[in-house]
C-alpha cells in the first residue's frame, strides 16, 4: 500500500478464512520501506498536475512496480501465498468526475514471484457512477465488524467507515487532510520532512484564532466526498502557511493546525472508534483527538494489528472479496480490480 503521504510502501501478509462475506482475516505480520528520493519525487511531481512526456509515466509505473516487487520478494522469502493485491501511487483523482489514476506496472511482481496480482481497484466503482474513494468500508467491516463502530485512518487524508450490522449499510468518507497537511507545514515551518513523534507541535499553543482560521481554510474546500493533493495542494499550503507565520509562532501554528485536524476529525466520529494509520506515531495529534472526541478510541496496534498496517491488510480483504465476486464498493460492481496472471 502507497498513499498520499508518498514516504513508501507498506506490505502487509494476511491470512484469510473462509468465502465472500463470511470471511475472517487476521493480520500475520508487516514490512516497510522508504521510497528512494529520486523515485519519491518523480512520483510527486507526477501527481502535481505538471506536464511530462509520456515516457515519464510509463517509467514510473515500471520502477513502482519493481519496487513493489523486490520488497515482497524479501518480505516473502519462500512463504507461498495464493495473490497479490496493490493499490498503486494515486497521481489523478476527480470523485465527482469519476475519475482517477493509480500508477502502477504489475508485471515486475508477476514475472518475478509468479503470483497473480490484482490492482486498480477504484474503477468499477468510478464507472458506476461512485467518487472511487473511500474504498475500504467493507474491508473494515470483515476485519472489525465484531471490535467497533468505527474506524479512522490517520493517513495523509484522514478517511472514516461508519460500521454497521448490515454490510449493505456500511458507509466511509473522507474527512480532511491529516499528515499531508501536518507534514507540509513542518516541512515549510522547521524545516523537516515530518514532526517526529509530535515533538514540534508540542512546543507550541494553541491558538484559538489559529484554529479557527485552519478549520475554515480546510473547510472551504473539503465538502467533497473523495480528497487528496488534488484539494490540499503545495499552493494551498503554501497560503496557508503565510497566513499563519505573519501573526504566529512556528510552534503555536503547527500545534493549532493539530487542534484543527482533531476538531474535523472527532465530528465524524461515532461510538467506539478504532484508529490506525502513520498518524499513531504522532503523540499530541492523538492528545488532540482524545480531547475533542468524548467517545472509546481504540488504538489499532491493541488489537495486534501494526498502526500503518490497516489499509494493506484491508486490499489484500478487497483482493478476496473480489475473487468471491463480491461487490467491493456501492455503486456496486462484482469482480472488481483487474488481475494480472503468471
Known sequence: MTGTSLD???????????????????????????????LRQKLRSLASAEPHPAQDF???????GQFHADLLADFL?????DFIVTHGQTIFHDGDAHLSWQLFDP???VQQLHVPVCYDLRQANLIAGGPGAPITPLADWVIFRARAECVLNLGGIANVSVLAADPADVRGRDVGPCNLLIDGLCQRLFGKPFDRNGQC????????????????????????QSLGREQFNDAWLDELVTALRNRFSPADALRSAIEAVATVIAGSL?????????????????????????????EIDELAIAPEGREAMGFAVLGALSQDSVPITSPQSARAGVWAYP
Open 8 to 38: 513508501g510502501l507498506d506490505v502487509v501478509l494476511t491470512r484469510i478464512e473462509g468465502e465472500a462475506l463470511n470471511m475472517r482475516a487476521k493480520f500475520e505480520r508487516m514490512a516497510s520501506r522508504s521510497f528512494p528520493d529520486d
Open 58 to 64: 510509463v517509467r514510473a509505473a515500471r520502477a513502482l
Open 77 to 81: 522469502q519462500d512463504t507461498p501465498v
Open 107 to 109: 508485471w515486475p511482481i
Open 201 to 224: 507541535a508540542a512546543q507550541g499553543g494553541v491558538r484559538t484564532e489559529a484554529v479557527n482560521m485552519v478549520l475554515a481554510r480546510i473547510e472551504k474546500v473539503a465538502a467533497g
Open 270 to 298: 461515532v461510538g467506539r472508534s478504532i484508529v490506525a494509520g502513520g498518524g499513531l506515531h504522532n503523540p499530541t495529534l492523538l492528545a488532540a483527538l482524545h480531547g475533542q472526541y468524548a467517545g472509546q478510541l481504540v
